[in-house]
């Protein structure tokens, strides 16, 4: 050998591909691929993040004291039991490289979030995928494929592509019925865009139960995407192994003082929770009745839309159509999805634009 060689479980990763913000043209479009706040951030966020300006050669505290204090406060949860990142996407990572390894199993659903098989193989675990069922989590699958060798359980409630929702009560039984050396990870990117009554309960088992994490970010409902802030909440043990791992500074300054600010505007989040789920509905209608074209919408309960081409038209001729007409969304081949396309809920212009866009494509 005459240069360095790769691990091989590195070598076999499928690169992260985020969601395009250029259409092939390069002239502007609505950017409809990432789930982003089609309001922005709150204007308090904003000016936290503006005023640090001043301290741009200061190391941002690696403790996230203010942060975590104000976690805390927010959703009556330990700050001392709190880990951050870069986003969620990190949170999720130190969860992998710190319970497991070479030999070790990670399972998670298939159409789950990319960042779960490539935080597996990253540390040289073997990925095992659980069947869906119909695009949503199965628990009995998911039960089926836990051997000695499982680890960690990656499971996001909504999930990301689908937008598909698990019940409390179908958490509690995953939970119940895994062995206690098992990490359950529920991931919570999207638990914001959720009624009440559809809290999955995995704070409390998080709070209650030795083997459970739940992350969460500020990347989505809260408008701080470019910011990378992610936290998770566990016992203190995981916690513990999670911080002997974690990068010392995750974010900056601006980033941090901006997420505690955004955690204070309740109506900014309320109206980005009340606009999706109007929106959402609006536009899930549509495709049902566009349905004898081939399309079908799947359940969801995120502030996106899985659309499903299963008739004449493909998603990718759908995707190219679309981007055409100024809307850039995103196509999912790399997940298995070559027939479904991923569709932020954006402004009510954006919406009903993309929904007009596919009735002319599909002669609907």
């Known amino acids: ?91 999720l990572h130190l969860a992998a490289g710190a319970f497991a390894g070479v030999g070790d199993e990670i399972i998670y659903v298939r159409y789950g979030f990319a960042v779960y098989d490539i935080a597996a193989r990253r540390v040289g675990a073997t990925p095992v995928v659980a069947p869906d069922r119909d695009y949503a989590t199965d628990v009995d699958a998911i039960l089926a494929c836990v051997t000695e060798k499982t680890k960690v359980v990656f499971l996001a409630n909504p999930n990301n592509p689908t937008g598909t929702y698990t019940a409390r009560e179908e958490i509690a039984r995953l939970h119940a019925a895994l062995p206690k050396s098992v990490l359950l990870v529920l991931d919570q990117a999207y638990t914001e865009y959720l009624d009440p009554e559809d809290d999955d309960g995995g704070l409390d088992l998080a709070r209650t139960q030795p083997n459970v994490l739940v992350t969460r970010t500020f990347s989505k409902i809260f408008g701080l995407a470019s910011e990378r802030v992610g936290w998770g909440y566990g016992h203190p043990d995981i916690i513990a192994a999670m911080h002997r791992i974690r990068a010392p500074f995750a974010f900056s300054i601006g980033a941090g003082r901006a997420a505690v600010a955004a955690l204070g505007d309740k109506d900014f989040v309320e109206h980005s929770r009340a606009h999706n789920a109007q929106w959402r509905q609006w536009f899930a209608d549509e495709i049902a009745s566009m349905g004898n074209k081939g399309v079908r919408a799947v359940p969801s309960k995120a502030n996106f839309q899985l659309v499903l081409f299963e008739g004449e038209v493909t998603g990718e001729q759908a995707y190219k159509h679309l981007m055409e007409d100024g809307y850039i969304v995103r196509w999912l081949p790399g997940q298995g999805l070559p027939h479904g396309l991923r569709i932020t809920i954006g402004t009510e212009e954006e919406i009903k634009g993309v929904a007009a866009s596919l009735r002319r494509l599909l002669g609907a």
Do not use: C
């Open 1 to 91: 050998m005459n240069a360095p060689v790769p691990k091989p479980w590195v070598m076999a990763i499928a690169p992260y591909v985020p969601g395009r913000a250029t259409t092939d043209s390069g002239k502007p479009a609505a950017k409809l691929s990432s789930n982003e706040n089609p309001f922005g951030t709150p204007q308090a966020a904003r000016d936290a993040y503006a005023a640090t300006a001043t301290e741009l050669e200061r190391y941002p505290d690696a403790s996230a004291f203010a942060l975590r204090e104000a976690l805390g406060a927010h959703y009556g949860v330990e700050p001392e039991r709190i880990v951050y990142g870069t986003g969620s996407d990190e949170v």
